[in-house]
Structure formats: structure tokens, C-alpha cells
């Protein structure tokens, strides 16, 4: 056994040296030093020697099993190299080639009509006010001056949380309150800020309409503050936002929080005015609801209407993104579908 130990190492010995391919190379490793390799079936059957002999066939076989695993893994790298040098010298790596760009993300398109909103209304002198989502009945509603009986107040409106009196905030508007009383100092400081954030509406969500959606609030209240102020904040932030030909227009409206209340358009930049399938022929697009704030919303926020006075304005940024890029649907906004959103 002891010389067929030897031949057979000879043997495979020989073959490996002759080797230059990684599938015979795969072969020649199951022929002899795999599971059922003929120099592993070898040293399996030291056994089956007479005692005397097995200590140095034993012995002998381990040191050839030693010599072919270091020779086959030596074989293997040479292989390797030379394929790869083969495969350098056939061109079938270009190294000339450019890589691969990694893809990059961007910015959701609300965020980015944020960032040109707080660009805009901070040129023009306002501060961000951060207010709260989670809001109480009385904030978003009661110091609002809305009425006991207000369909606002009704269930299809709102998301009541499991705490009584404590909902989710159904505009920016509570913030008005919050930002009058923290700013300003118990009714002697002016105000001029934006509060941005989601609003949540127990709504039927359609194209136009979603159950969450941005805001941005805007107060101002000092001495002195008229609606002509109002007027021409609005024109001057039109301006910027669509353009140094922007026209504003003003309807009246309702809103329980602001006397006067109005609805702010601006012409369409889509037809200049002329009509269109964006404006519904009308020539006009509704950008935000204002007016001027209600003598009991200033009182609650701890100022003395008779000295003070200021106007509010809430607006939608998605549905201004909306416009800008024509989207047909707000259900794309929160739907994380990168097509959609690699588009921005
Ligand atoms: C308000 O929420 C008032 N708080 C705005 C206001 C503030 C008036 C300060 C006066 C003074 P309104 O419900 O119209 O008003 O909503 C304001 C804007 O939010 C809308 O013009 C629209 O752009 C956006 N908006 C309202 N509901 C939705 C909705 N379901 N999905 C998407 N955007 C909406």
C-alpha cells in the first residue's frame, strides 16, 4: 500500500505541475485530494494495515496530503494570475473605461419649495416659528374664535387622539396663538414669523386633496398694521416667487380667525391670464387664505387690539408645487415612489 501511496503521489504530482486551467485543476482535486480523492481514500484505509505498519504509512500519508494541498493551492494562484493577465492582455477589462456613477438623492419637491419659501419670506424679514403637530381642541379651534358649532369642529375634519381635548392639528393656524404669546411678551412685542409644518385632515383623499399636507402660516402683528400692508406683502412675495410681472388679486372670503378675511390669487403663469385647463379658465390661481387678524384671536394671544393689530396667511406648498411642475395628482407627494421623485 505503501508503494501505491507513493506512485499515486508521483502521479498526481506530475498532473498538477502540467495543469493551467481552473476546471481541470477543479478536476484534479476531486480525482485526489477531494472527499473521495484517491490519496483521502488512502489514508482513510491505514486501518486496515497489519499495527506495525501503521504508524509510518500514517505518517507518510498525512505528509503527502500536506504536499498536494500547499502544491494544489500554490497551482490555484498561478492560475489565477495568469487568467487574469490573459484577460488585462485580451482587453477584456478596459481600465480606460469611466466608472460607474453612484445615484445621488434629492430633495423631496416640498421640501424644495420650502427652502424658496424661507428663502423668500426671510428676505423680506421673517423668522421660522416652529409649532407643535399634536395640538389641543382649544388652540386649534376655541382661541381661533370658531364656534361651538363649526363644521370644522366635526369628525370627518379633525383626528381626535385617545385623550380628550388633545388632536392633531387640522392647519398652522394654532401657531399663530403660540407664536403671539411666546414672542410676544405678554402683548409688548411685535411679531413676524412663518410657521411651517404637516397639517392632518380626516378628508376624502383625492387628486387635489391629501389626509396630511404642508402649511405655511404667516403672522404679522405691531402697531399700526394695515390691510394695505397685507396687500403689499402679498404683492411683493408674488413678485418674488413667480416673477417681477406677478398680479395679485384679492376676494373676500370667511375665515372665523381674521376680519376681513380673503382668498389670495395670483394671474396665471401658465396663460398669462388668458385661461387655461390649470386655472379652470378662469385666469387666476389661489395661492393662500389671509386677512386681517380678529380683534379676539389678538386678545387671546395677549394683545390689546385697541394698540395692536397685525394680518395672517396660511398657504399650501404642495398644491404651489403642484402648479409650478404641473403634477396631476398630491397623491404622488407621500406615495415614495422614486420614479416620481427622482424626477425633481
Ligand atoms: C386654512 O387652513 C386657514 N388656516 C388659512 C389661513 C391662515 C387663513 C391665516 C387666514 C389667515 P384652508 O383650509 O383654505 O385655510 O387651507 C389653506 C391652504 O392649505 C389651501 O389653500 C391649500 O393650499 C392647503 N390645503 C388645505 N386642505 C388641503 C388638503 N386636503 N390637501 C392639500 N392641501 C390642502
Request: proline share 4%; with cysteine; net charge negative.
Amino acid at each position: 500500500m505503501l508503494q501505491q501511496l507513493e506512485s499515486t503521489y508521483q502521479q498526481a504530482a506530475a498532473e498538477l505541475d502540467a495543469l493551467t486551467d481552473a476546471a481541470a485543476l477543479h478536476d484534479w482535486e476531486s480525482r485526489y485530494i477531494g472527499k473521495k480523492g484517491a490519496v483521502t481514500l488512502l489514508l482513510r484505509s491505514t486501518g486496515q494495515l497489519p499495527k506495525e505498519d501503521r504508524a509510518a504509512f500514517g505518517q507518510r500519508a498525512n505528509a503527502i496530503k500536506e504536499l498536494l494541498d500547499t502544491a494544489y493551492a500554490e497551482r490555484e494562484k498561478l492560475i489565477q494570475e495568469q487568467a487574469l493577465a490573459r484577460d488585462l492582455e485580451e482587453g477584456q477589462i478596459d481600465i480606460t473605461l469611466p466608472g460607474r456613477a453612484h445615484p445621488t438623492g434629492g430633495l423631496h419637491p416640498s421640501t424644495q419649495t420650502f427652502r424658496e419659501l424661507y428663502r423668500i419670506w426671510g428676505d423680506m424679514g421673517f423668522q421660522v416659528y416652529r409649532s407643535r403637530d399634536v395640538e389641543t381642541d382649544e388652540m386649534n379651534f376655541t382661541l381661533l374664535n370658531f364656534p361651538e358649532h363649526h363644521p370644522a369642529r366635526d369628525m370627518q375634519d379633525t383626528f381626535f387622539t385617545k385623550t380628550e381635548g388633545v388632536i392633531l392639528r387640522t392647519h398652522t393656524s394654532p401657531g399663530q396663538i403660540r407664536s403671539m404669546r411666546e414672542l410676544g411678551a405678554d402683548g409688548a412685542q411685535p411679531v413676524r414669523v412663518i410657521l411651517p409644518g404637516m397639517c392632518y385632515r380626516n378628508e376624502q383623499v383625492t387628486a387635489r386633496s391629501e389626509m396630511q399636507f404642508h402649511q405655511l402660516e404667516g403672522v404679522v402683528v405691531g402697531k399700526n398694521i394695515r390691510m394695505s400692508d397685507l396687500k403689499g406683502t402679498f404683492v411683493e412675495f408674488a413678485r418674488r416667487m413667480f416673477g417681477q410681472e406677478a398680479k395679485v388679486r384679492f376676494r373676500a372670503s370667511y375665515f372665523p380667525f381674521t376680519e376681513p378675511s380673503m382668498e389670495v390669487d395670483v394671474e396665471c403663469f401658465l396663460c398669462g391670464g388668458q385661461g387655461c385647463r390649470m386655472c379652470k379658465y378662469s385666469g387666476w390661481l389661489e395661492i393662500a387664505g389671509a386677512g386681517m387678524i380678529h380683534p379676539t384671536v389678538l386678545r387671546n394671544g395677549g394683545y390689546d387690539p385697541a394698540v395692536w393689530s397685525g394680518f395672517a396667511f396660511g398657504m399650501g406648498p404642495e398644491r404651489q408645487t403642484i402648479l409650478k411642475h404641473r403634477i396631476d395628482d398630491i397623491r404622488y407627494f407621500w406615495g415614495n415612489d422614486l420614479r416620481f421623485l427622482e424626477q425633481f
